[in-house]
């Protein structure tokens, strides 16, 4: 894959990343699901999950998430293909992060997002989002 998929230069750094499997979710629709991800530093990673189509002439590209944070903060990001289900979980970056820094007004919790898309009919949608304060582990 090319980072011109992603139409524009935000995404160059993914023209060279590394690609996970590539799941067939409909081979009616000819969909496909694949999560790819980089390392942009010693502790950075920026990850994201789409959806491909094709047809005869031409492919089409969904973003369905993104994760652009310190490794440690990534909890899942993962598909299960029986299921059909993509599911991401991660913490916000703390305040003094110098990079990712946050604005938690909440001492010693920290943002934590939790979230899951299930294919249906065509395409993802999303079947939980659930943002909440919690103890980093």
């Known amino acids: 894959m090319h980072a011109e998929l992603f139409g524009s230069e935000d995404y160059e750094a993914m023209a060279t990343s ?16 694949v999560i790819g991800s ?41 598909y299960d293909s029986l299921e059909k289900i993509f599911s991401y979980e991660y ?7 110098s990079i990712y820094g946050g604005d938690n007004e909440m001492e010693g919790l920290q943002h934590k997002y939790k979230n899951k898309y299930k294919y249906l009919n065509g395409a ?14």
Do not use: P
Not at 18 to 33: E, R, T
Not at 91 to 97: G, L, P, Q, R, V
Not at 125 to 134: A, G, R, S, T, Y
């Open 91 to 97: 913490f916000a970056a703390s305040n003094d992060d």
């Open 38 to 78: 980089v390392q942009t530093c010693n502790t950075c990673l920026a990850s994201l999950a789409i959806a491909i189509t094709l047809d005869t002439t031409s492919y089409h590209v969904d973003l369905i998430a993104e994760f652009d944070g310190r490794q440690d903060d990534l909890k899942i990001f993962e």
């Open 124 to 137: 993802f949608f999303q079947i939980e989002k659930c943002e909440m304060w919690d103890n980093k582990e």
């Open 18 to 33: 590394i690609y996970d499997k590539v799941f067939l979710v409909d081979s009616a629709a000819q969909k496909y699901f």
